[in-house]
């Protein structure tokens, strides 16, 4: 079966200080794709990366960074001097090549403290 | 470039009622999408739009739940009647093309519902 699991709930870190999202996810396919969203209060999901299952280097898009490890099934997310802004839910979300079905984590809310 | 939007972004309904959620994609994508997303939960695909036909909607409740994209432009979502567990925000998404692979999907705020 197809899983993603945030074991993370809630995570507050004061202003710029480092964060680690964690993702994990369960799937026997061998063509995925991964994904983080961020979920502001405003309600909308952004969307932040989108990694396919052949490509395990890891991304840096300014502040973010995410780290994608197919031997232990994850995809983490980081975000470096985090900022009051990067408050928010954030998502990660798996699809199977076979049937293009998504899948979504419970979310982590990340606090980010001034 | 204007957004997904949705209407209305909040409503508060008594159990048994019925609702309609609207929403209009960005102007030119083919694909619709609605989500369920339950308070601390992750969004719920409940059905996906490709022009005016329906692809995929497994998830949807259909002996409560009924959408449709007539034109292949709007979208309107309805429940009848509506029970508690219905209560949940509403999101809609639409990307130029079918498939997560390739075309990452825009979203709307969302519409609040509320079932008392």
């Known amino acids: 079966a197809q899983k993603v699991t945030q074991a993370q709930t809630e995570i507050s870190v004061v202003e710029k200080e480092d964060v680690t999202l964690d993702c994990v996810y369960e799937?026997?396919?061998?063509?995925?794709?991964l994904f983080w969203y961020k979920q502001p209060p405003s309600g909308e999901l952004v969307f932040l990366i989108r990694?396919?299952?052949?490509?395990?280097q890891n991304e840096i898009s300014g502040r973010y960074s995410w780290n994608f490890q197919k031997s232990t099934s994850s995809f983490n997310f980081t975000i470096t001097a985090s900022q009051v802004v990067d408050s928010a839910v954030y998502f990660c979300?798996?699809?199977?090549?076979?049937?293009?079905?998504?899948?979504f984590g419970k979310g982590t809310r990340l606090h980010i403290l001034p | 470039e204007a957004g997904v939007a949705q209407s209305p972004r909040y409503k508060i309904i008594e159990k048994r009622q019925s609702v309609a959620f609207w929403c209009n994609p960005i102007s030119g994508h083919a694909t619709l999408y609605w989500y369920q997303q339950i308070l601390g939960q992750g969004p719920k695909l409940l059905i996906q739009?490709?022009?005016?036909?329906?692809?995929?909607d497994s998830q949807l409740p259909k002996d409560r739940f009924s959408a449709e994209r007539l034109k292949g432009v709007d979208s309107t979502l309805k429940i009848q009647p509506a029970k508690l567990e219905d209560s949940a925000v509403y999101l809609c998404a639409s990307s130029p093309q079918r498939g997560y692979r390739s075309y990452e999907q825009y979203f709307g705020p969302g519409t609040r519902l509320t079932v008392t």
């Open positions: 739009f490709q022009n005016n036909g329906v692809v995929d």
């Open positions: 990694r396919n299952s052949f490509d395990e």
């Open positions: 799937t026997r396919d061998t063509t995925y794709y």
């Open positions: 979300a798996l699809v199977m090549n076979r049937d293009d079905k998504i899948i």
